[in-house]
Structures are given as structure tokens and as C-alpha cells.
Nanobody, 122 residues
């Protein structure tokens, strides 16, 4: 069974930083796109950043210049470095895999983690 496990979430004050990690097991994602999404209770899940197998990236406008997505294929690990965090970044962050291309749409990805909570206080 394919498994994605996120870690690195927590509570931080505005302006602070966090780094999220996502480890994929029982599957190799080196040939596929991976991404981070986030969701606030009562709102739709939204794409934050995606990276394809060649390392090309795309970001949501709301995080551009503050967040950086990266991957280490031989470790089957995806990262999201989040700097200059704002209270509006508070959400559950989900790792996604099994994508093709650089879309930030839920339908573009086949596999999902359970999520990690990020809370930013003002």
C-alpha cells in the first residue's frame, strides 16, 4: 500500500519559518510530480506548490517568494520550506504524489498523505 507521511508542522509566530517533510514509502515517485496542498476547515483544499520530475516548480501566488518546494528522489522525500509565515498560512498541509506535469489541482494527483497542522499566530 502506497504511503505518504508528512512531518514538520507546528505552531510558530508570524514571520517565523517551518520546514515540512513528506516521505513516500512502498513506491518510487522519481518519475512523477509531487506537490503540497493546504486546507482550512470549511474551505476547499488549495494547491500551494508543485515540482515535476525534472525539478521545475510552480507556486500559488499567495506563497510566491516565501515558500520553496524541493525533492530528494533517492530518499523519496519531498520538502516545503516556509519562510515569513503569516496567520493566513494556518492550515493542514497535505503532501500529494502521482502527478503528471505542474498542475495545482486536486485531480492531478493520485496519492495523499494524512496532513500536518501548521498554525501561525500574530
Amino acid at each position: 500500500q502506497v504511503q505518504l507521511v508528512e512531518s514538520g508542522g507546528g505552531s510558530v509566530q508570524a514571520g517565523g519559518s517551518l520546514r515540512l517533510s513528506c516521505v513516500a514509502s512502498r513506491y518510487s515517485y522519481s518519475r512523477e510530480s509531487m506537490a503540497w496542498f493546504r486546507q482550512v476547515t470549511g474551505r476547499e483544499r488549495e494547491g500551494v506548490a508543485a515540482i515535476d520530475r525534472d525539478g521545475s516548480t510552480v507556486y500559488a501566488n499567495s506563497v510566491l517568494g516565501r515558500f520553496t518546494i524541493s525533492r530528494v528522489n533517492y530518499k523519496n522525500t519531498l520538502y516545503l520550506q516556509m519562510n515569513s509565515l503569516k496567520p493566513e498560512d494556518t492550515a493542514i498541509y497535505y503532501c500529494a504524489a502521482g502527478g503528471n506535469g505542474l498542475g495545482l489541482h486536486i485531480k492531478d494527483f493520485d496519492y495523499w498523505g494524512q496532513g500536518t497542522q501548521v498554525t501561525v499566530s500574530s
